[in-house]
């Protein structure tokens, strides 16, 4: 399985923006994805998740909400819909599988 991840870019502090997971490769069906983020400086951190199967949803501690984890199997994407940015959210997004791949990340920056 390899994974891209798109749709950073600039956005103003309390704006919104959409990440997308493109997957290639057979099983992603099975296959949990999630998102993890890393700022400069700092590790990378859990962002949030979404199961396979039923598709149950996790999110870190500091998305409060804000942040909404979708997938489409047929279209081997995982979104994030991303609102009420904030400055602390800028980082390269990461999407991640259970199966033990990363995919090359995507620079969002926030400005206050």
């Known amino acids: 399985v390899q994974l891209q991840a798109s749709g950073g870019g600039l956005v103003q502090a309390g704006g919104s923006r959409r990440l997308s997971c493109s997957a290639s490769g057979r099983g992603f069906i099975n296959y949990t994805v999630a998102w993890f983020r890393q700022a400069p400086g700092k590790e990378r951190e859990f962002v949030s998740a979404?199961?396979?199967?039923?598709?149950?949803?996790y999110y870190g501690d500091f998305v409060k909400g804000r942040f909404t984890i979708s997938r489409d199997n047929d279209k081997k994407t995982v979104e994030l819909q991303m609102n009420s940015l904030k400055p602390e959210d800028a980082a390269v997004y990461f999407c991640?599988?259970?199966?033990?791949?990363w995919g090359r990340g995507t620079l969002v920056t926030v400005s206050s």
């Open positions: 979404v199961k396979y199967g039923i598709g149950t949803t």
């Open positions: 991640y599988t259970s199966a033990g791949y």
